[in-house]
């Protein structure tokens, strides 16, 4: 799932997760969550715009990125596992909330699962 910055290859790429993906014989994707990094889908980030920067909105756009995944590699009875820490941790949750027809599982680590407004402790 998304961090909270732009993504890299150090968050995906970690022993750890390069010796379980090997156990299980999976592939490793890190998704952007748009306005982050890279992920720049406007020119300006104006009020109009950021309308399109909510956790909503990057879980269907990762829903829409595993169903893609799924059609383009001809993959039958995938089995897909969201993982996350903090931010992506409760993305991860989330995910796993909304489209339990797509992911197995989710992993979310160290994840804040009841939102409060202006949280002083982060």
Request: hydrophobic residues 40%; aromatic residues 14%.
């Amino acid at each position: 799932m998304a961090q909270e910055g732009p993504s890299s290859a150090f968050s995906v790429l970690s022993p750890l997760h390069l010796i379980w993906a090997q156990n299980v014989s999976a592939g490793i994707w890190s998704l952007e969550h748009r306005f982050y990094g890279k992920s720049q889908p406007f020119k300006e980030q104006n009020v109009e715009n950021l309308r399109y920067l909510s956790s909503e909105q990057y879980l269907a756009d990762v829903a829409n990125f595993i169903r893609t995944q799924n059609r383009n590699l001809n993959l039958s009875n995938p089995k897909w596992v969201v993982f996350g820490g903090s931010y992506s941790g409760s993305l991860a949750l989330w995910f796993r909330q909304l489209y339990p027809d797509i992911a197995i599982g989710a992993v979310g680590s160290s994840a804040p699962i009841q939102p409060i407004l202006d949280f002083y402790g982060y």
